[in-house]
């Protein structure tokens, strides 16, 4: 007996393509993957994942939590007999990748499936971070764009997706050292500027309590143009 494979599409031109690479015949598995993978509860140092079984041969499962640019290794894989894990021991501010794949029997494991997560920053005591002047020599990068995950930092607007209405380190106008913060401020017809937001790393304070602390900054305004806005709030989340 002999078959024919085909691949065929409709895709219509100026509609973009599909890409076909690597394609492999051989016999139907006997062990098939989980499926709805999902990580959450993610902390600092640990993620919770869970998934669904496949409904066919497995009797357990093999996983591996790892950098997300290393290759896995499923001779360090840990052997699971539930549907989830809850893995500890993690370092913050970390990309990593969870790996899982069904085990049926030796040597009859299926493919591999993943998900890839973050872990935030720790929370560290203000007095740990000393004084912010936003310079290469503490890791911060300038340029647009750059600010948000740097350092632990977040940055965004709530109105516009555009860099230029994102606060970031900037080359330019720094009270000391060669950078600075710049959030953008807009003529008062425009409320971007009135979205733009740049959040510092999470602060521990359980041992002296958030009223205990003060902050303190220099700042000024890029133009005398009195049109300008120039206010900058600061608060606490």
Known sequence: NTAIIQFWTNANYGNGAIFVDDVEVGPEPTCFPPTNLQVSDITADEANFSWTASSHNETSWEYLCIPATAT????????????????????????????IRSYCSPGDQSNAVSVAFKTPCAAVPPEQLGVIGFEASEGFVAGSGNLDGNNCWHTGNAQSTSS???????????????????????????????????VFPQFDVTTNGVNQYQVSFFAR?????????????????
Not at 77 to 89: G, R
Not at 221 to 237: L, P, Q, R, Y
């Open 164 to 198: 230029s209405y994102i606060p970031y380190v900037y080359n330019l106008s720094a009270h000391s050292g060669s950078n600075c913060l710049k959030l953008y401020a807009s003529y008062s017809s425009s409320t971007n500027a009135d979205s733009a937001y740049a």
């Open 221 to 237: 305004k890029e133009s005398a143009d009195a049109s300008f806005n120039d206010t900058i709030w600061v608060g606490v989340m």
């Open 72 to 99: 896995p290794d499923w001779s360090n894989a840990e052997p699971w007999s539930m549907n989830q894990v809850f893995v500890d021991n993690l370092t913050p501010n970390t990309n990593y990748k969870f790996y």
